[in-house]
C-alpha cells in the first residue's frame, strides 16, 4: 500500500514539473503588421483578370482558424493560421498556412494563384530570404486596373513568380512566369491583377 502510495506522489510531482516547464516556454504571436497583409475575416473575396486573356476569377475566404501550436522542438510555442478559399468558378479550392518558422519571423503560403507567399520579420529589409522566397520591393503605391493600392510588398519565389501584397487588402497583381505541369515547366507569364475585393469587416 506504501509503495503505490509513493509512486503516485512520484508521479503526480513529475506531472507538476511536466507542466511548469510548459507554461515557462514562450508563446509567438502573429504580429499586427503581418495579420494587416495576410488575415482577413470569413466572408471577405478577390477579384481577379487575367490581364492577357481577361478572363476573371473570384477567391472567396469561407473558413478561418488561429491556434497555438504545440511546442517545437526549439521549445516554444507559436500562434498558428489557417484559412481556406475557394473560387466561384470553381478552379481553386485551397488552403493558406501561416507558421512561426523561428521566434518573431512568420512565413505564409497558400496555394491559390500558384503559391503566393508572404514573409515576415520586424524591420524586414529588402532580399530578407526564407526558404526560396525572398522580398523584393516597397511600393509606397502602385496603380493596378486604374486604381492605387498602398504599401505594397513584393515576394518573389525559386521560380520566379512574383507576388505583390497589399496592405489590409491581400495579393494585389500575381505574376506567374513558370507553371510546373507533370514535372514539366512551361513558360507562362500569365499575369492575374486584383479587379475588385470585399474585406468583411
Known amino acids: 500500500m506504501k509503495v503505490t502510495k509513493i509512486l503516485f506522489l512520484i508521479l503526480a510531482i513529475i506531472c507538476c514539473i511536466a507542466s511548469d516547464c510548459d507554461n515557462d516556454i514562450p508563446t509567438y504571436y502573429m504580429p499586427q503588421e503581418f495579420k ?8 471577405s473575396y478577390w477579384v481577379y483578370e487575367d490581364s492577357v486573356s481577361g478572363a476573371v476569377d473570384s477567391i472567396y475566404l469561407f473558413e478561418r482558424d488561429i491556434t497555438i501550436a504545440q511546442p517545437s522542438s526549439d521549445n516554444y510555442k507559436w500562434e498558428k493560421l489557417i484559412q481556406r478559399f475557394h ?24 496555394n491559390y ?27 509606397d503605391s502602385l496603380k493596378i486596373n486604374n486604381k ?9 519565389n525559386k521560380f520566379n513568380n512574383n507576388t505583390y501584397w497589399g496592405e489590409k487588402i491581400g495579393i ?3 505574376e506567374i512566369k513558370t507553371l510546373y505541369i507533370n514535372n514539366l515547366s512551361v513558360d507562362t507569364n ?10 468583411n469587416n
Open 36 to 43: 494587416d497583409y495576410v488575415d482577413f475575416p470569413v466572408g
Open 87 to 110: 473560387s466561384v468558378n470553381g478552379t481553386f479550392n485551397n488552403n493558406a498556412i501561416a507558421v512561426c518558422i523561428e521566434p518573431l519571423i512568420y512565413h505564409l503560403w497558400t
Open 113 to 139: 494563384f500558384v503559391y503566393g507567399i508572404f514573409i515576415y520579420k520586424k524591420n524586414m529589409e529588402l532580399g530578407f530570404e526564407i526558404e526560396g522566397t525572398k522580398y523584393i520591393k516597397f511600393y
Open 148 to 156: 492605387w493600392y498602398t504599401n505594397i510588398k513584393c515576394f518573389t
Open 172 to 174: 494585389v497583381r500575381k
Open 190 to 199: 500569365i499575369v492575374w491583377n486584383l479587379k475588385s475585393y470585399h474585406i
